[in-house]
């Protein structure tokens, strides 16, 4: 309860406590991924049997005596889900000396809360929980009921971790605004951003009666009836599961791009999650990989039918993640029965809009240098995880510092009976969809001017600051046709940029030296991304999208993500070759010869070279005493390389400023 009441400190007039309507159902039975099963051991699955499949039901239960005891057609749509996903269960060996074995069973899963009338995720937790064991080798054999016994052991303090994790940190609120007026059948709320509502969020009041946010303003928001009806005076809200200032931060959705194979995306995504909790200016949307099982398995158990089920909308913006495999590499010491291991992790993100816009782009680090005295030492896989979370929080920290999604109001212009927008920064993109709102002043007390959605338009060409639109859609039964004075909101626009030309990646880095960096080309496009030399686009990313979408994780296929034509793609292209080492007595250090370059190529990865502009430094190594192994100097040179890449490349992209684009 204490938790309870620090919450209610910070809450506005707009929040209040999770009103007892709002249910748990936890569902029966253990969910994973297409993508989870080649990281799933068939021992641990062989291992599962009857008990462990009701294991977390009975565990939620003993921990929520409050959850509902059934989802039914009166409860459904204040009834959230709760769904246990396991993404990951391996078994890793060390042989000894003595012919016993080290055994590591690590297994991954989360607790997913969903709303599956509305495809909405409450709330998501991942654990991971590595049993380690030294058996003997018959023991330790394939088939071995010994490992057997553990996996499940492992599966059942896991579940009971996962299941305390959430009782203590899920303290959720309800959400609620005010029904003030109408305009055209849609009712306008006086609760918007400042309460934590987004567009495509769904409200329900005590009735059951239920609207779909069709756009939000900062102290105001406009919903269409989905079901029911809506009457001047009535509260509407949603559950939220964070504090006020939580609750209030703009919403992204994770794309993994890029992911050692031993981190499960769910893990990557919680690990982020939480760091961005406290650090970041947006929060993550969670995504349950596992949705479309959900709901079969909701059909089965309950008198639902599918009709009764939706997916949820795809938020405005997306962060696409690359997580990197950290280099690590143990050098000895000035004592015989000593060592230093170092682990280096290194994490790239960008924000991006639906359209592929990157909006903003960085990255993080972090290294960890471990005693190892007689052999002793963390296990490398655990040290690994931590290096990764580490970087996530120092990249956390800094879209902390450097984040604003601001966006960019567009006046619309229409005459004879042609509509077109101003758009000065080339915000809007040709194929797009976008939403024209009216203002119709203030309603019912609330502070600012109401905004109200009345046609969709698709943007056409784009001259000279201005883009052409055409009617697609209309919004509202008998909606009047689009006038001068309407506008276009455009959610995160980067503006301000010294050139409207667009650009987008070649697709391929250029090896010129001696060595390699595998990854280059992304890592270097996130750092040209930073740069702010011209908009970015993430081409492909549509594509990426619609994949995502279609895969069964709980959002709706409807998808406008169209691309822009970038008028240059950026090739990077690096050149890294070794040199004399640097050596005394003491130590010895790999010194290497590094130009970074980027070039801007017109009419695709073989076209002509517009702009190039590069920068080159000579990078003396970490020095490394006699003795170290020709593997370790490799891992050490490699993340000595990538360290100074992180340092060079900003500098070569930024230099293309100077270039007429």
Not at 76 to 103: C, E, M
Not at 184 to 201: E, H, M, N, S, Y
Not at 219 to 224: E, S
Not at 390 to 402: F, I, P, Q, S, V
Request: glycine share 8%; hydrophobic share 45%; charged share 25%.
């Amino acid at each position: 309860m204490k938790a309870v009441a620090l919450l209610l400190l910070g809450l506005s007039a707009g929040t209040a406590p999770a009103s007892g309507k709002f249910q748990f159902y936890p569902l029966h039975g253990i969910f994973h991924s297409r993508e989870a099963t080649a990281k799933l051991d068939p021992a641990f699955l062989a291992a599962l049997g009857p008990a462990e499949h009701a294991r977390f039901e009975a565990s939620f239960r003993a921990a929520y005596p409050e959850a509902a005891p059934a989802l039914r057609e009166s409860n459904r749509r204040r009834t959230f889900v709760v769904s246990l996903q396991v993404s990951r269960a391996s078994r890793y060996d060390v042989p000894k000396i003595n012919g016993n074995v080290d055994v590591f069973l690590p297994v991954t899963a989360s607790l997913h809360f969903t709303n599956v009338v509305t495809g909405e995720v409450l709330f998501a937790t991942t654990r991971t929980y590595i049993k380690t064991v030294t058996l003997a080798s018959r023991e330790a054999a394939p088939g071995s009921p010994t490992v057997a016994g553990l996996y499940a052991e492992t599966f059942r303090e896991l579940v009971d971790e996962l299941v305390a994790d959430a009782r203590a940190r899920l303290d959720p609120v309800s959400v609620r605004a005010t029904v003030r007026g109408s305009w055209k059948g849609l009712a306008i709320l006086d609760g918007g951003r400042d309460r934590g509502f987004v567009r495509g969020d769904t409200v329900v009041d005590a009735s059951g009666n239920e609207l779909r946010l069709v756009s939000v303003g900062r102290n105001h928001a406009v919903g269409r009836v989905e079901l029911g009806a809506f009457a001047e005076g009535e509260p509407f809200e949603k559950l939220a599961p964070r504090t006020i200032s939580g609750i209030r931060k703009p919403r992204v959705l994770p794309v993994m791009e890029e992911l050692p194979a031993w981190l499960p995306a769910e893990t990557a995504e919680q690990l982020f999650s939480d760091a961005l909790a406290a650090q970041g200016p947006v929060s993550l949307v969670p995504v349950n990989r596992t949705f479309a099982d959900v709901l079969r398995e909701v059909a089965s158990q309950t008198d639902l039918s599918q009709e009764k089920l939706r997916q949820r909308d795809l938020p405005s913006h997306f962060l696409r993640l690359h997580v990197l495999e950290p280099h690590s590499y143990e050098i000895p010491t000035n004592l015989e029965w000593a060592t230093r291991r170092i682990t280096d992790a290194v994490v790239f993100a960008e924000i991006v809009d639906r359209h592929g816009r990157v909006l903003h782009a960085a990255h993080g680090r972090d290294r960890i240098e471990d005693e190892i005295t007689r052999g002793m030492a963390f296990d490398l896989a655990a040290r690994k995880e931590i290096a990764v979370k580490n970087a996530l929080l120092d990249l956390a920290k800094r879209l902390g510092r450097e984040l604003k999604l601001e966006g960019a109001e567009l006046p619309l212009v229409a005459e004879n009976g042609a509509a077109s927008a101003k758009d000065p920064d080339g915000l809007l993109v040709r194929g797009a969809n976008v939403q024209v709102l009216r203002n119709v002043g203030k309603v019912g007390g609330i502070p600012e001017q109401v905004l109200v959605p009345v046609w969709e338009m698709a943007v056409g060409g784009s001259d000279s600051g201005t883009a052409e639109l055409r009617p697609a859609l209309a919004l509202v039964e008998g909606a009047p046709s689009p006038r001068r004075g309407d506008v276009i909101l455009v959610d995160g626009a980067r503006s301000g940029l010294p050139t409207r030309r667009r650009l987008g990646p070649c697709g391929v880095a250029e090896k010129l030296g001696a060595l390699d960096v595998p990854g280059y080309e992304p890592l270097a496009m996130n750092l040209f991304a930073a740069s702010g030399v011209a908009p970015y686009f993430a081409t492909g990313f549509g594509a990426r999208l619609a994949a995502f979408v279609t895969s069964g994780n709980g959002f709706a296929s409807g998808l406008d993500a169209a691309e822009p034509a970038v008028d240059f793609c950026v090739q990077a292209v690096h050149r890294i070759d070794p040199k004399e080492p640097d050596c005394d007595r003491k130590v010895c250090a790999d010194v290497t010869s590094l130009k970074l370059t980027f070039r801007l190529r017109e009419g695709g990865p073989s076209g002509e070279v517009k702009a190039r502009r590069g920068a080159e430094t000579t990078l003396r190594g970490t020095g490394l005493p006699p003795g170290t192994g020709a593997a370790a100097r490799s891992e050490a040179l490699a993340a000595d390389v990538l360290d100074q890449i992180l340092k060079v490349a900003p500098a070569a992209a930024g230099a293309l400023r100077e270039e007429k684009l």
